[in-house]
């Protein structure tokens, strides 16, 4: 058994969701004269790949230290929407049926692309990474909880789509553009479709039903997509967490982790040794038999 890094780095230059702390880190000794380098870390729960756990929205939910293995590692799928859900469009679960086989009790990993665009990528774009992400509406949120999805992961800043939270209202310039790109494709805007009783649905109506989501993957995901692999979040074992920091992996066999690997060999890779997906489109063909 070999590991798929699903994680984006961890830097001082990680992107935390709008408004919230990013990390500092600062020394507080050195090797001159302390014998050793220690460092004093600043953090919010909700920058870089992290989990976000029941009582980040549900108050009487577990907390992180509650969720056991049997839970954050299971079988799952990654499904690539990259080429049929673009800036402010809204994905559904055919969508995803009609590319991979979703059990019920899978986890679900959800390759929006936009992940092309975190910092760490040669198409560095923030403002697109976090405000114009595609996004589900309620249908979705309900068939999650008719296939009892165990959680899900997206390679962007939110699981929600960020004209249905309070991003719509912090970025004026770029709800127009959503108002305008709805009224086109949907025939309503972004108010008509994401009214006030549909607010963050993919965190108010499902953490209330266990079922929670990772945000911010990436790592080497673009070698996995519309695949099924046994996939694992690791978060701190932190008593009160809301949510945490998390390292996301996929597990495959040694063969399929050489095969994986000789495709990786042929790709550009970010500075930090990731798959640079963006620039790979035959990627998008790796999963799709």
Not at 108 to 116: A, F, K, R, S, V
Request: proline share 5%.
């Amino acid at each position: 058994m070999k590991i798929i890094d699903l994680t984006i780095p961890l830097s001082i230059a990680t992107p935390p969701w709008p408004t919230y702390e990013p990390l500092q880190v600062k020394y507080f000794k050195r090797l001159a004269p302390n014998g050793a380098n220690g460092q004093l870390v600043t953090h919010s729960n909700h920058v870089g790949t992290h989990l976000d756990g029941e009582i980040h929205f549900h108050t009487p939910g577990k907390d992180i230290a509650e969720l056991d293995f049997d839970f954050l590692v299971h079988e799952g799928v990654i499904v690539d929407l990259s080429d049929i859900a673009g800036d402010y469009d809204i994905y559904t679960s055919d969508m995803i049926e009609e590319r991979v086989e979703v059990k019920e009790g899978d986890i679900l990993i959800i390759h929006t692309g936009y992940h092309h665009y975190g910092f760490d990528q040669p198409t560095a774009d923030e403002v697109r990474y976090m405000v114009k992400h595609p996004g589900p509406d309620r249908e979705f949120a309900l068939w999650c909880r008719k296939k009892k999805i165990r959680w899900i992961g997206v390679d962007c800043g939110s699981a929600d789509h960020p004209m249905n939270t309070i991003i719509r209202d912090w970025m004026p310039r770029q709800a127009k553009e959503a108002d305008e790109h709805f009224l086109a494709k949907y025939g309503k805007t972004v108010a008509e479709t994401f009214d006030a009783g549909k607010y963050q649905l993919m965190h108010i109506e499902l953490f209330p039903h266990g079922i929670i989501h990772a945000e911010c993957l990436g790592g080497d995901i673009d070698l996995l997509l519309n695949q099924r692999a046994t996939f694992g979040c690791f978060p701190w074992r932190f008593v009160d967490g809301e949510s945490s920091i998390a390292r996301i992996v996929a597990m495959v066999d040694d063969d399929r982790y050489e095969e994986l690997m000789a495709i990786k060999a042929e790709c550009e890779l970010t500075k930090y040794g990731d798959v640079a997906g963006a620039r790979n489109p035959h990627l998008h063909e790796v999963g799709r038999t």
